[in-house]
């Protein structure tokens, strides 16, 4: 075989198209539950931790419906003991007979969890702190009294008949040897789930990684993992933990809780429907998250940033000319999410200096003009040109290419006396002005 036989060979084996979804898991994490994994929604757990957040009764309701209605596996709500409102709200919850089932968030301690179950929920996700920090500065206490009282609240939550969640708290900045003792033994007496917190938000995706895989050897039971946003790792790190044999991840509409938050839901869709669409569009109301979204950034008065995931006014905006081209010929040249799957639509900005004759051609075509495509390349740089002295809205160009065409659909008019010296006279855009005669 000759040389450029050769080089044409590895060519075509390596541009070979291929049906697998490169953006899938990877066949060599085994463990992974990226194709199986499950929402816990903690928009009113978490969320009521966010600055702005105050969800009286009704808002909670109207929440949790809405998040329910999306297909979210689990809601989280408030500890029944961190004030009387929150346990008459938790009640009034867990009365509404949502699929989802509802879980509420208490401390590792017996007096929690007697009031937890008294609520109708239908687990409870018991946390204490297990980082040297927390030990120290927050409970005060060490690692026998965090077991001891483990066990004690876990067989009673479990003696009731519902779920039970043990979850260290500040996991990555916790002693592993303690973390994975900790954990076996919950395992043992026959937890629903042990939780991986990283309530800093210090973790990366390659500590996560690691700490699930190890973790999995340890437990049978299944893995939660909450992840906060601080050094902005947490879609990722869902995601990585997913890949390492999680099955649970935490999340919050809009990403709302404690300082900077959570994992979005909004977010994690976005990178979840790249990896397993199917999955993914077969269990959740994709295009319910806008509304969601509104109904949250409504009640906590803050606005959607303009690069949020899915929902960013900017999310399917395309402005450069060469994006616009070939979005126009095929859409997956520059979106690898469809804005259909969620109920929104891709945008064209066209009314900018960046703009190229394609999307002028499709604005034209959009307005029922006819034009050539030189005609359109001609009207673009007039475009192009106003654009250069100040900024554009839609209306701008739409005047320009109507005038533009209307310059060329009006008819001339013929000299009333022939032989005169008029010109013909061009009564386009409601002007009259002299026009070179044109000689036969």
Not at 389 to 403: E, F, G, H, T, Y
Request: hydrophobic share 35%.
């Amino acid at each position: 075989m000759s040389e450029n036989n050769e080089f044409q060979s590895v060519t075509e084996s390596t541009t070979a198209p291929t049906t697998s979804n490169p953006y899938g898991p990877n066949p060599a994490d085994y463990l992974s539950n990226v194709k199986n994994f499950q929402l816990i929604d903690s928009t009113l757990r978490e969320g009521e931790q966010f600055a702005n957040a105050f969800f009286d009764t009704e808002k909670k309701i109207e929440i949790a419906r809405a998040l329910d209605d999306f297909g979210v596996d689990y809601i989280e709500l408030t500890s029944p003991v961190a004030s009387e409102q929150s346990r008459k709200d938790c009640e009034a919850i867990c009365k509404l007979g949502l699929k989802a089932k509802i879980l509420t968030h208490i401390r590792c301690h017996m007096d929690d969890a007697k009031v937890a179950v008294e609520t109708g929920v239908d687990g409870v996700d018991v946390v204490i702190g297990t980082s040297k920090f927390l030990r120290q500065y927050s409970h005060g206490k060490d690692m026998n009294y965090i077991a001891k009282s483990a066990v004690e609240v876990i067989e009673f939550v479990k003696s009731k008949g519902i779920e039970i969640r043990f979850s260290s708290e500040d996991s990555f900045r916790s002693d592993l040897v303690d973390l994975l003792n900790i954990y076996k033994t919950v395992d043992k007496i026959g937890v629903n789930r042990v939780g991986i917190a990283d309530t800093v938000g210090c973790a990366n995706p390659r500590q996560v990684y690691e700490l699930i895989r190890t973790l999995k050897s340890v437990v049978s039971c299944d893995i939660e993992c909450h992840f906060h946003n601080d050094t902005g790792c947490a879609i990722a790190n869902a995601y990585t933990a997913l890949e390492g044999g999680a099955r649970l991840i935490d999340v919050s509409v809009l990403g709302i809780g404690e300082r900077n938050g959570i994992t979005p839901l909004g977010g994690l869709m976005a990178r979840m429907i790249v990896a397993a669409p199917d999955y993914v569009k077969s269990k959740y109301k994709l295009h319910k998250i806008r509304d969601i979204e509104n109904l949250v950034a409504d009640a906590v008065e803050v606005n959607i940033p303009f690069n949020n995931p899915i929902t960013g006014f900017c999310a399917f905006t395309h402005k450069a000319g060469i994006h616009a081209k070939a979005i126009l010929a095929n859409p997956s040249t520059y979106e690898i999410l469809d804005p259909h799957d969620f109920g929104m639509k891709r945008y064209i900005h066209f009314a900018n200096r960046l703009t190229g004759w394609n999307a002028i051609k499709s604005r034209v075509d959009q307005l029922n003009l006819n034009l050539t495509d030189d005609q359109i390349k001609e009207v673009t740089a007039k475009i192009k040109k106003l654009g250069d002295v100040r900024p554009l809205n839609i209306d701008d160009v739409d005047s320009i290419i109507k005038d533009f065409h209307a310059e060329l659909s009006t008819p001339l008019l013929k000299p009333v006396n022939k032989g005169t010296d008029d010109d013909n006279i061009d009564i386009s855009n409601g002007h009259v002005s002299k026009k070179a005669k044109v000689t036969k």
